[in-house]
């Protein structure tokens, strides 16, 4: 390819990247699907690998191999993909942070209808299904349930280590299609925490999760390509049945006070249910919207752009 050709290139996987980030910061939609759609997965997976690699021969003091393994990094492809997810961030985190705050049965409705279309959009991805996915999915849905049940909520000023950790495990979802970053950080009562640091400027809490989240994926793209090579449909089938038993913390009535993310189930507000109910069927309308663009770009673009 063209220096031309490359630059030109630049701007639209910068959007890409911005549409990625749009999508890891709302618990529903993950960035995975979104470079699925975009046609850039299979490229995406494969330079983080890359990267991975070349950090490993750094770790292990051969500089030389680090630098060659460096120069194979598609530099062009991942640099503006960062930049345009690092500036939905940033851009978005303020504004999301004020509706979690001021309308919290509204955003929980929405929520809930994201995950629940992902839930039947990453169950259509299985490959070959059987029987014993239904169970897979089944089982780990009503783990997950009865897990989330013994959660107190949401955790406020969370150490270090915790935002550290919570960066591996949340960058992860973002190479996966079907599951958010975002939502597993409202599993694990996060999610407010890290969106408010990043709203508030927080500088140090934001980077001690950003290097959670190079490490994380660091180790986690090498074991991805595995085990969706080797176990593709169970993978996709367990996380199916995560993102069904974890519609728990995204009931619109909870009874406690920690809004979105509350575990604590309550009855229904009868004056609630419109709203709810509308916003629940556009938060499945838009990932059902992102399926049908992703079937038409997979039917009018080369594979390998």
């Known amino acids: 390819m063209s220096t031309e050709e490359h630059r030109a290139r630049i701007l639209p996987t910068y959007l890409g990247g911005f549409l990625m980030g749009s999508a890891d910061i709302v618990p529903g939609v993950s960035g995975g699907t979104i470079a699925l759609?975009?046609?850039?997965?299979?490229?995406?997976?494969?330079?983080?690998?890359?990267?991975?690699?070349?950090?490993?021969q750094f770790l292990k003091g051969d500089v030389r191999a680090g630098m060659t393994a460096l120069r194979e990094v598609r530099w062009r492809f991942l640099l503006p993909l960062g930049?345009?997810?690092?500036?939905?961030?940033?851009?978005?985190?303020?504004?999301l942070e004020h509706l979690l705050e001021e309308r919290p049965v509204q955003m929980s409705a929405l929520f809930l209808g994201?995950?629940?279309?992902?839930?039947?959009?990453?169950?259509?991805?299985?490959?070959?299904?059987?029987?014993?996915?239904?169970?897979?999915?089944?089982?780990?849905a009503v783990i997950t349930f009865l897990g989330l049940g013994l959660r107190s909520g949401r955790i406020d000023d969370p150490s270090y280590l915790i935002v550290f950790v919570a960066g591996a495990i949340a960058i992860c979802a973002m190479i996966l299609p079907g599951i958010s970053g975002s939502f597993l950080l409202l599993v694990m009562?996060?999610?407010e925490t890290i969106i408010g640091a990043i709203s508030d400027r927080d500088i140090a809490l934001a980077a001690v999760f950003l290097a959670g989240a190079v490490v994380g994926l660091a180790l986690f793209s090498t074991l991805l390509e595995w085990l969706l090579e080797h176990h593709h449909d169970r993978v996709l089938a367990a996380l199916v049945g995560l993102m069904a038993g974890s519609l728990r913390v995204?009931?619109?009535?909870?009874?406690?006070?920690?809004?979105?993310?509350?575990?604590?189930?309550?009855?229904?507000?009868?004056?609630?249910?419109?709203?709810?109910?509308?916003?629940?069927?556009?938060?499945v309308a838009l990932v059902y919207g992102v399926a049908q663009v992703g079937?038409?770009?997979?039917?009018?673009?080369?594979?390998?752009t």
């Open 83 to 95: 930049f345009g997810i690092i500036s939905a961030v940033l851009l978005l985190a303020s504004a």
């Open 37 to 56: 759609v975009l046609g850039i997965y299979e490229t995406l997976v494969e330079q983080i690998q890359r990267g991975a690699h070349a950090a490993g």
């Open 189 to 191: 009562g996060m999610y």
């Open 114 to 140: 994201l995950v629940a279309g992902s839930v039947v959009i990453a169950s259509r991805m299985l490959k070959k299904p059987a029987g014993q996915h239904l169970g897979i999915a089944v089982l780990a």
């Open 295 to 304: 079937r038409m770009v997979e039917g009018a673009e080369p594979a390998d």
């Open 250 to 283: 995204l009931w619109p009535w909870p009874v406690g006070e920690d809004g979105v993310g509350d575990t604590a189930l309550g009855a229904p507000v009868t004056a609630d249910l419109p709203i709810v109910l509308l916003l629940a069927v556009v938060g």
